[in-house]
C-alpha cells in the first residue's frame, strides 16, 4: 500500500507541474502582443499561486519520485525510469532557481515607470525557462506512468485474476 501511495502522489506531481508549466507555455504569444505596462501588471497580479502549488509539486515531487528510485534500485527497467523521472523534477527545481526565480526577483522591483528597455528580454527568458520546465515535467509524468504501466499485469486486474471476456 505504501508504494502505490507513493507511486500516486509522484504521478499527481508530475501532473500538477505539468500543468502549471502548459499553462505558462500557452500564454505566450498572448503576452507577447502586450505592451511592456501591461505585461508587468500580469506578471506582478496573475502568479504567486503558481509558485507555490508549483513549488510544492516539484519538491514533494522529487522527494517521492526519489524515494520510487530507492525502492525500485534492483529492477532495471523501472529504475532507469525513475531516474530518468528524478532527474526531470531536479532539472525543474533547477530551472526555477537558477532561472525564473532570478528573473521573478528582477521583475518584481519594476513599475511601469522604471520598466527598462530590454524587458521584452526577460519576458522571454522567463517564457524559455518555463518551456523547458514543461518538456521536463512531461519527461517525468510519460516516464512515470511507463514504470507503472510495466508493473500492471497484462493478463488481469491488479488480483491477476482474468479480465472478462466481452461479447
Avoid at 120 to 148: C, G, P, Q, V, Y
Wanted: aromatic share 8%; charged share 10%.
Amino acid at each position: 500500500m505504501m508504494l502505490k501511495t507513493i507511486r500516486f502522489v509522484s504521478l499527481v506531481c508530475a501532473a500538477l507541474v505539468l500543468g502549471l508549466t502548459v499553462a505558462h507555455d500557452l500564454e505566450i504569444p498572448a503576452k507577447q502582443m502586450l505592451s511592456g505596462a501591461e505585461w508587468l501588471t500580469m506578471q506582478h497580479t496573475f502568479y504567486g499561486g503558481f509558485a507555490i502549488v508549483g513549488g510544492v509539486g516539484e519538491v514533494v515531487g522529487l522527494i517521492s519520485t526519489g524515494i520510487l528510485l530507492y525502492l525500485f534500485r534492483k529492477r532495471r527497467t523501472v529504475f532507469i525510469l525513475m531516474l530518468v523521472a528524478t532527474i526531470s523534477f531536479a532539472g525543474m527545481l533547477a530551472l526555477f532557481a537558477f532561472g525564473n526565480n532570478p528573473i521573478n526577483q528582477q521583475v518584481a522591483m519594476w513599475t511601469p515607470q522604471t520598466l527598462p528597455p530590454t524587458w521584452h528580454e526577460a519576458r522571454d527568458a522567463w517564457d524559455s525557462f518555463h518551456a523547458a520546465s514543461s518538456a521536463l515535467a512531461a519527461l517525468a509524468l510519460t516516464t512515470l506512468l511507463i514504470a507503472t504501466l510495466s508493473d500492471t499485469p497484462l493478463s488481469g486486474t491488479l488480483t491477476n485474476k482474468p479480465l472478462p471476456e466481452s461479447g
